[in-house]
């Protein structure tokens, strides 16, 4: 997970933002809002919700409007960029993030069937398999 965060904030000067820096952030949350929940219980607040956009790009949009800071995927930065919007590091234990598949018990499709097993390659090696 990152901090979504405006260039023109001082937090954005930063290499990496401790969760305890962002106590008085006012957050838009995107609609899986358990990052920005460890980040509050890290940081020892509860965070100030002030939107929540749901979607990702939204999130970020209303963070590019200035005033806001959001959890986001780290995979998010490579995709979305937007002016007035920077990512940075949170200090500290990296924040897990899940992904669930639902699937036919019997698929017959190449594709699925693929995916499926790449999905089960990579839970395998990250030890995680709940």
């Known amino acids: 997970m990152l901090l979504s965060i405006s260039s023109d904030s001082p937090l954005a000067a930063q290499e990496s933002i401790s969760p305890h820096q962002l106590r008085n952030a006012r957050f838009a949350v995107p609609e899986q809002e358990f990052g920005t929940q460890d980040v509050g219980r890290r940081g ?60 036919r018990r019997h698929e017959r499709s190449c594709a699925v069937r693929a995916f499926l097993q790449y999905a089960r390659t990579e839970v395998a090696c990250t030890g995680n398999d709940q």
Do not use: H, M
């Open 44 to 103: 020892r607040f509860s965070p100030q919700v002030e939107l929540r956009p749901g979607p990702l790009v939204a999130v970020v949009a209303s963070v590019s409007l200035g005033n806001r800071v959001a959890i986001v995927p780290g995979s998010l930065c490579a995709c979305v960029t937007l002016p007035g919007v920077v990512y940075r590091p949170l200090s500290g234990k990296p924040i897990p993030s899940e992904i669930a598949l639902l699937y």
